[in-house]
C-alpha cells in the first residue's frame, strides 16, 4: 500500500525530507520502522533509540504496536515541547 | 470554543477583550500568556517553533473538550503560533471562562499542561553558539499523570 510518511523537528533532520510518500507492506508501526531502518542509515539513526521518539497514525497519538493498515498517514518526531 | 494556530502575532489585550465581552453569565474569565524566555547563558537569537498541521487543530480541539467535559466552562480560547520569534515575543495564549472562578483557575492549567506534551509543537532555540531543540522535561508527564489520577 502507498503510505505518506511525516518526519518533525530532529526526526526530520536527520532522515533529510519532512515528508515521502513509499510503497511498504508494513502492517504495525514496529513493521514500517524495521522496514525504514534496514533502508538505508540515516533511517537507522533516526531510529536508533524508540523511546525517544513518538508516532501519530492518521493525526492521532499512538504507540509502535499500532497498526497501520489501511493508515494513510504516519508521522514520526520527538516528544513534544508546546506552551 | 475558539483554536487559532497560526505564525502572525497576535494582540493578546484585544484577544481577551473579545472573549470576555457579553458573557454575562460567566463570573471568571482567567488567561495565560507564554513568552519566548532569553537564555542566562548564550544570548537567544531566536526561537523557531514548527508544528504539525492538521494534527495540531485537532489535539488543541481534543484537549479543549476534555475540559470542558471536566469542569463548568462556559468557553475556551488557544491561540498558538508557529515560526520565527524573539525574546519577550507572545508564543501562545489559552483563556477560560467559568462561572466560577475555580473551574477557571484549574482548566486553564490543565490546559497548559496537556497543551505542553500531547499537542505537537517543537521548539529549537538558535543562539550565536549554534541551534538545539527544546527536550520535554520528566516532570511534564508528571503533570499529566497527576491530572490523570486526580
Same mark, same amino acid.
Given at each position: 500500500?502507498?503510505?505518506?510518511?511525516?518526519?518533525?523537528?530532529?526526526?526530520?533532520?536527520?532522515?533529510?525530507?519532512?515528508?515521502?510518500?513509499?510503497?511498504?507492506?508494513?502492517?504495525?508501526?514496529?513493521?514500517?520502522?524495521?522496514?525504514?531502518?534496514?533502508?538505508?542509515?540515516?533511517?537507522?539513526?533516526?531510529?536508533?533509540?524508540?523511546?525517544?521518539?513518538?508516532?501519530?497514525?492518521?493525526?492521532?497519538?499512538?504507540?509502535?504496536?499500532?497498526?497501520?493498515?489501511?493508515?494513510?498517514?504516519?508521522?514520526?518526531?520527538?516528544?513534544?515541547?508546546?506552551? | 470554543? &475558539?483554536?487559532?494556530?497560526?505564525?502572525?502575532?497576535?494582540?493578546?489585550?484585544?484577544?481577551?477583550?473579545?472573549?470576555?465581552?457579553?458573557?454575562?453569565?460567566?463570573?471568571?474569565?482567567?488567561?495565560?500568556?507564554?513568552?519566548?524566555?532569553?537564555?542566562?547563558?548564550?544570548?537567544?537569537?531566536?526561537?523557531?517553533?514548527?508544528?504539525?498541521?492538521?494534527?495540531?487543530?485537532?489535539?488543541?480541539?481534543?484537549?479543549?473538550?476534555?475540559?470542558? =467535559?471536566?469542569?463548568?466552562?462556559?468557553?475556551?480560547?488557544?491561540?498558538? &503560533?508557529?515560526?520565527?520569534? =524573539?525574546?519577550?515575543?507572545?508564543?501562545?495564549?489559552?483563556?477560560?471562562?467559568?462561572?466560577?472562578?475555580?473551574? =477557571?483557575?484549574?482548566?486553564?492549567?490543565?490546559?497548559?499542561?496537556?497543551?505542553?506534551? &500531547?499537542?505537537?509543537?517543537?521548539?529549537?532555540?538558535?543562539? =550565536?553558539?549554534?541551534?538545539?531543540?527544546?527536550?520535554?522535561?520528566?516532570?511534564?508527564?508528571?503533570?499529566?499523570?497527576?491530572?490523570?489520577?486526580?
Amino acid at each position: 500500500m502507498k503510505l505518506d510518511v511525516m518526519y518533525f523537528a530532529w526526526v526530520r533532520e536527520r532522515i533529510g525530507v519532512p515528508r515521502e510518500t513509499i510503497e511498504t507492506e508494513a502492517t504495525t508501526v514496529a513493521d514500517l520502522v524495521r522496514e525504514l531502518s534496514a533502508r538505508e542509515d540515516r533511517y537507522e539513526l533516526a531510529f536508533s533509540d524508540l523511546e525517544a521518539l513518538r508516532v501519530a497514525v492518521d493525526q492521532d497519538l499512538t504507540d509502535f504496536d499500532a497498526s497501520i493498515t489501511g493508515a494513510c498517514e504516519v508521522a514520526f518526531f520527538p516528544p513534544m515541547t508546546g506552551g | 470554543m &475558539r483554536i487559532l494556530v497560526q505564525d502572525a502575532p497576535f494582540d493578546a489585550g484585544a484577544e481577551l477583550n473579545a472573549f470576555q465581552a457579553g458573557k454575562t453569565d460567566m463570573g471568571a474569565v482567567v488567561t495565560f500568556s507564554g513568552l519566548v524566555r532569553d537564555l542566562p547563558e548564550a544570548p537567544l537569537r531566536h526561537m523557531l517553533i514548527e508544528h504539525y498541521p492538521g494534527m495540531t487543530e485537532r489535539a488543541l480541539t481534543k484537549i479543549a473538550e476534555e475540559a470542558c =467535559a471536566r469542569w463548568s466552562l462556559g468557553d475556551v480560547l488557544v491561540i498558538h &503560533r508557529y515560526g520565527q520569534m =524573539a525574546p519577550g515575543d507572545q508564543i501562545m495564549m489559552v483563556a477560560t471562562a467559568s462561572p466560577h472562578r475555580k473551574d =477557571a483557575f484549574a482548566a486553564a492549567d490543565f490546559l497548559m499542561d496537556y497543551l505542553k506534551s &500531547r499537542a505537537p509543537f517543537w521548539k529549537k532555540e538558535v543562539t =550565536a553558539d549554534g541551534s538545539d531543540w527544546v527536550a520535554a522535561k520528566g516532570e511534564d508527564e508528571e503533570a499529566l499523570r497527576q491530572w490523570q489520577q486526580g
